[in-house]
């Protein structure tokens, strides 16, 4: 395919993004399959739409320091394709800036070669003066989101959750055991290396796809190993696992069962349970039944369920403040006020799932948030409202080039107490 193709593919992907609510995953994915694209263009589509998202407010400030004046959103979108692959990817200056400027409307081509040019000319001032900026427009993070850092954590730790948060992830995947778990052959052909402090989880440098396609590996970011680690369930156990697409989770619940005991795994019908149907059963994983259900509608069912569980693990829907580097469009979804709105909706999820559980059994409580109201906020609601619960242990992870931030937090009764109010 041209790349002039591959280009509109991006400035189109652009455009769906700015004009909806849909995450930008869902959107690459429906334009690459439109466009007919091969796997090596969709990641070079991949790489710009997701590298301009990342770096939406750097380059806006490059572009009004190229540009006076206002500019449409199709030749806002035009320069910030040509800006990204000339000061961000190694990208020949010409293919970047011709095959740019051929997608302008002919009455803007003048004005999109003119900045790309100036660019390619001013391209050590420009990336200079971003050493220059605050870091929240130098890492491209809404104000509202780094003040909050800034005043939770400190000026210096705000610094470093951003900056991760402006980096492409690294490749990270889990050993499963329960295919026999990476070979020799696969570490040494993918230049695995242990992550340190978390047992069966390996940076590599490049993905191992015959072992991914065959389960002896899970492409998985080692904090999702904090609350299935906390919950540590037993062989012959009964767990539910509450919001448990895409099963990643509870493939390292099944490992620790040994494949014993049952899991219900619980999701919305949709793509989202196909989806962890397809996981599990890639992963040898036997001894899960997948539910199809909503945990806030459908009462009559959660009540067939009451007190039947030794462990429940529910790992609710978040603003993703600590996987931003993955899910690099949420940061501009997130409105002023969005930890308590979050709140809310955990809140309740909760609440449906702690009657589940058996006299004397165990809940975590787990996000991949490092708000502090989604995290221990929520878990100080539950237990007034179940005063038969307390807080075990809590543990969270923030940001890190070697992991994503992560929060979890083990609920259980007092000691002889029985049943949960």
């Known amino acids: 395919m041209s790349s002039k193709q591959t280009r509109r593919t991006c400035a189109a992907i652009l455009r769906d993004w700015e004009e909806s609510t849909a995450f930008i995953d869902a959107i690459i994915d429906r334009r690459c399959m439109q466009a007919g694209l091969e796997s090596r263009d969709r990641a070079f589509v991949q790489n710009i739409t997701l590298g301009i998202i990342r770096n939406l407010t750097l380059l806006g400030t490059w572009i009004d320091r190229l540009r006076k004046g206002k500019i449409g959103s199709d030749e806002q979108r035009l320069l910030e394709i040509g800006l990204f692959q000339i000061l961000l990817m190694r990208v020949p200056d010409h293919a970047a800036v011709n ?7 002919p009455r ?11 660019a390619v000319r001013e391209r050590d001032e420009l990336l200079a003066l971003t050493e220059t900026l605050p870091p929240a427009q130098r890492y491209s993070m809404p104000e509202h989101i780094y003040t909050r850092w800034e005043q939770q954590f400190g000026v210096k730790p705000a610094e470093e959750i ?33 992550v340190d402090g978390h047992p069966g989880f390996y940076l590599v440098e490049t993905l191992p796809m015959d072992a991914l396609d065959c389960g002896r590996c899970y492409a998985q970011d080692p904090a999702t190993a904090l609350a299935p680690g906390l919950l540590a369930p037993k062989p012959g156990e009964r767990v539910l696992d509450a919001c448990a697409a895409p099963g990643g989770k509870s493939a390292i619940l099944a490992a620790a069962m040994e494949n014993t005991g049952e899991i219900v795994a619980v999701d919305i019908a949709g793509p989202r349970s196909e989806r962890l149907r397809e996981n599990l059963r890639r992963l040898a994983v036997t001894n899960v039944r997948v539910a199809t259900l909503d945990l806030l509608r459908e009462g009559a069912l959660l009540a067939e369920l009451r007190e039947s ?9 978040c603003s993703n403040t600590g996987v931003l580097r993955r899910r690099v469009d949420a940061r501009w979804r997130l409105m002023p006020g969005f930890p308590a709105q979050m709140a809310e909706l955990q809140s309740r999820l909760v609440r449906a799932v702690v009657p589940l559980l058996k006299p004397g059994g165990k809940l975590v409580y787990s996000t991949c948030s490092i708000e502090p109201e989604e995290n221990s906020g929520v878990v100080t609601g539950i237990i007034e409202q179940f005063p038969s619960l307390k807080k075990l242990e809590e543990l969270s992870l923030l940001p890190s080039p070697r992991h994503d931030g992560a929060y979890a937090a083990l609920l259980g009764p007092f000691a002889g107490e029985g049943k949960l109010h």
Not at 109 to 116: D, K, Q, S, Y
Not at 172 to 194: H, M
Request: proline share 5%; with cysteine; hydrophobic share 50%.
């Open 99 to 105: 095959e740019t400027v051929d997608l302008a409307r």
């Open 108 to 118: 803007a081509r003048a004005m999109v070669n003119a900045v790309l040019r100036r």
């Open 309 to 317: 569980f030794d462990r429940v693990l529910i790992d609710v829907p």
């Open 162 to 194: 951003a900056a991760n948060a402006a980096a492409p992830a690294a490749l990270t995947v889990r050993s499963n055991p329960l295919c026999g778990g990476l070979s020799k052959q696969d570490i040494e052909q993918s230049g695995a290396q242990a």
